[in-house]
């Protein structure tokens, strides 16, 4: 089954390499939010699994929330258009606030959220990415925090999808053949 699923996804990212890497991200995250109430704040679906990995390696107070996007037109192209399809249970108002991504693409679900999240007034804000693809961003974005660059490639594994499948490898693959 596991064997089969895997077909034509390529490791580009252990298992291995993202655990030590999401403890050094924990590791800076808690130094600079020792003193702080931290709210992170989860994009789904993608980021579940990287979020649920990574706050079990902070040792600052935290708590989470999640916010549900879509991007309208073709799956693999972003029209620049982005839906909330679920907000945030509580009010970001005076909070210091960590954005967590799964990956930053063209930049344009980023930047929406950043703009929706800034203008209900958070104490701070800034975000954190497990994945970095600098290669077609359309929008300038700053991650605060990310794991790993990664060329111009779909991914798939450790929470990202293609067609709502391969969510749950523990490594990040390019998958070779999208479609086929
Ligand atoms: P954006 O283009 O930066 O707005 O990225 C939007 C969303 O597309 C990301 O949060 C991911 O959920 C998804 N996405 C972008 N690139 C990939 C990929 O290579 N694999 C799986 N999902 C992706
Ligand atoms: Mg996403």
């Known amino acids: 089954m596991r064997l089969l699923r895997q077909r034509g996804i390529?490791?580009?990212i252990s298992a291995e390499k993202l655990d030590k890497r999401i403890q050094e991200m924990a590791?800076?995250?808690?130094?600079?939010?020792?003193?702080?109430?931290l709210l992170m704040v989860g994009v789904l679906k993608g980021s579940f699994?990287?979020?649920a990995d990574l706050i079990r390696h902070l040792n600052c107070d935290v708590e989470v929330d999640f916010m549900g996007t879509v991007s309208y037109g073709a799956s693999t192209k972003s029209s620049g258009e982005v839906r909330i399809t679920k907000d945030l249970e509580q009010s970001v108002a005076g909070r210091h606030v960590l954005l967590v991504e799964?990956?930053?693409d063209t930049g344009l679900t980023l930047r929406y959220l950043l703009d929706t999240l800034r203008?209900?007034?958070?104490?701070?804000?800034?975000?954190c990415a497990l994945l970095d693809k600098p290669a077609r961003r359309r929008v300038r974005a700053s991650l605060d925090y990310y794991g790993f660059i990664i060329p111009n490639a779909f991914v798939v594994?450790?929470?990202?999808?293609y067609a709502q499948k391969f969510r749950g490898l523990n490594f990040v693959g390019v998958l070779e053949?999208?479609?086929?």
């Open 10 to 12: 390529k490791e580009l």
């Open 27 to 37: 590791a800076e995250i808690s130094k600079d939010y020792a003193n702080q109430e």
């Open 49 to 51: 699994v990287f979020m």
């Open 102 to 104: 799964d990956i930053v």
């Open 119 to 127: 203008n209900r007034q958070p104490a701070s804000l800034r975000v």
């Open 157 to 161: 594994g450790y929470g990202l999808d």
């Open 177 to 180: 053949n999208p479609g086929s």
